[in-house]
């Protein structure tokens, strides 16, 4: 009879679980946030006139329906990550027909905006393959290769720095004492990259096409890529327009777990339906 009991409990159980499950999706669903998982997921590009946002904080990107993915680890090749810290992501895809951008969030209680021995950066990145053959959403494949956009935490500290250094610099008169520290120069905040498999990454020529932008603050990263959509070298750029729908993947990193190379939380392959062109 244990067993009769048991099952008539969880019988009993079952309407008041789905009806919890019902109210919250609508809750999200009227807040205007999509809650799906990593299969047979979209992601929408919202098609907007004028100029596109890139700060992070513009309120522009409101305009775009963000998209919660859930993260897990990367484990199918050294080194791995069973347990990644980043959970999950929300996604915001915006175009006005000639240029596309995607607004990235997190949660991370740290800034790792620093590469030095023994410390590692924060980062993200997303991926889209060449060409309209399937190819391994990690890193891609021979004769499969991907598009990879890096954006690292520590290229947009540069950034900054060299522009702070630049304004202090007009603002200083004659009698300043100079400091003198090298900054890299920075074409933007994002590696464009070609990936052909493990080990394959191969730094595009040409740099500065993918723009990036970022803020942490309150423990949450917010990062802009954007890009435009035409390109003047289809056979190693993605391949976005209007009306098309392209294929993409993401990944995270977290510096302060000592995440890098393959240690990394991901979303693998999802469907980005971009908006056509309105009148």
């Keep these: 009879m244990g067993w009769m009991s048991f099952a008539v ?3 009993r159980r079952v309407p008041r679980v789905l009806i919890a499950v019902f109210i ?7 807040f205007g946030v999509q809650v799906v998982s990593s299969q047979g997921l979209f992601i929408r590009s919202h098609y907007i006139s004028g100029n596109l946002p890139f700060e992070p904080k513009d309120p522009e990107w409101a305009k775009a329906t963000p998209v919660i993915l859930p993260l897990s680890g990367q484990v199918i090749t050294r080194p791995t990550l069973p347990d990644p810290t980043i959970k999950s992501l929300t996604v915001r895809s915006l175009h006005n027909g000639k240029e596309l951008a995607f607004l990235l969030e997190w949660q991370d209680p740290t800034k790792n ?7 590692f950066r924060d980062g993200a990145a997303l991926a889209f393959p060449l060409g309209d053959a399937p190819a391994f959403f990690c890193m ?5 290769y991907l598009n990879i956009w890096h954006w690292k935490a520590d290229w947009q500290t540069d950034i900054e720095r060299r522009k702070a250094k630049e304004a202090e610099r007009k603002a200083g008169g004659e009698g300043e004492v100079r400091r003198f520290e090298v900054i890299p ?3 933007s905040s994002v590696e464009d990259l070609l990936g052909g498999g493990f080990s394959t990454l191969t730094t595009k020529r040409g740099q500065g096409a993918v723009q990036g932008n970022a803020i942490w603050e309150q423990g949450r990263w917010k990062v802009v890529f954007k890009r435009p959509i035409e390109t003047r070298d289809p056979d190693n750029d993605a391949i976005f327009g209007p009306g098309r729908i392209q ?5 995270v990193w977290n510096g302060e777990n000592k ?3 393959g240690q990394k939380a991901i979303a693998p392959w999802l469907q980005l339906i971009i908006d056509p062109v309105t009148s």
């Design 185 to 187: 120069r920075r074409a």
């Design 247 to 251: 294929t993409m993947a993401f990944a």
């Design 9 to 11: 409990g969880t019988y």
């Design 24 to 30: 919250l999706v609508l809750l999200f669903y009227g």
């Design 113 to 119: 905006d620093r590469l030095t021995p023994g410390t």
């Design 140 to 144: 891609g494949q021979l004769d499969h």
């Design 259 to 261: 995440e890098r190379n």
